[in-house]
């Protein structure tokens, strides 16, 4: 059964710092690429951050320069580390598995955990 | 970036009614396109793939169709489960992008 659980999340004040993490399990880890996707409360959906099986890595223009996306295929692990935060980046962040087999193939997301709530708050 | 506006914001419904929702991306997609189901409080469900294809284990009544810039979720015969938001999400190309939502209320 294919899993994934988030990890991480809390309340941190504007321009702290938090790590999300993400175990997977159920599924050959390395060969799918992995997304990050929030919402904040009462929005939409937003995608963050991606990574493929190989560890190219992307992201939407509100985080670049703040968050990292990476993975360890030896630990089925995804992680975000995200820096600079700020109000804004109140959300659920959920880590998102890509439908495709093909690890440097983007896609959509056929499983996701059930999301790390991040607070920015003072 | 590729925006992806969805109509209307929000419907209301019958149990039994057909519901069509549309999906409009600023430049062509070809059939990049997904529809997912959330329900409050729940994770996002992945309906419609390559903007026609059906999930495993999702029900008939939901199809999907179009290409390009233009696509249409229908539901058929709405049940009381379906009534939840639904998004779309464009994967041609970098950000991905996600659909402002439709909401689906009882009538």
């Known amino acids: 059964e294919v899993q994934v659980l988030e990890s991480g999340g809390g309340l941190v004040q504007p321009g702290g710092s938090l790590r999300l993490s993400c175990a997977a399990s159920g599924f050959t880890f390395s060969s799918y690429a992995m997304s990050w996707v929030r919402q904040a409360p009462g929005k939409g959906l937003e995608w963050v951050s991606a990574i493929s099986g190989s560890g190219s890595t992307y992201y939407a223009d509100s985080v670049k320069g703040r968050f990292t996306i990476s993975r360890d295929n030896s630990k089925n692990t995804l992680s975000l580390l995200m820096n600079s935060l700020r109000a804004e980046d109140t959300a659920l962040y959920y880590c998102?598995?890509?439908?495709?087999?093909?690890?440097?193939?983007?896609?959509?997301?056929?499983?996701w955990g059930q999301g790390a709530l991040v607070t920015v708050s003072s | 970036d590729i925006q992806m506006t969805q109509s209307p914001s929000s419907v209301s419904a019958s149990v039994g009614d057909r519901v069509t929702i549309t999906c409009r991306a600023t430049q062509g997609i070809t059939n990049w396109l997904a529809w997912y189901q959330q329900k409050p409080g729940k994770v996002p469900k992945l309906l419609i793939y390559a903007a026609s294809s059906l999930q495993s284990g999702v029900p008939s009544r939901f199809s999907g169709s179009g290409s390009g810039t233009d696509f249409t979720l229908t539901i058929n015969s709405l049940q009381p489960e379906d009534f939840a938001t639904y998004y779309c999400q464009q994967a041609d190309s970098f950000p991905l992008t996600f659909g402002g939502g439709t909401k689906v209320e009882i009538k």
């Open positions: 998102a598995k890509d439908s495709s087999g093909m690890g440097n193939y983007f896609t959509w997301f056929d499983y």
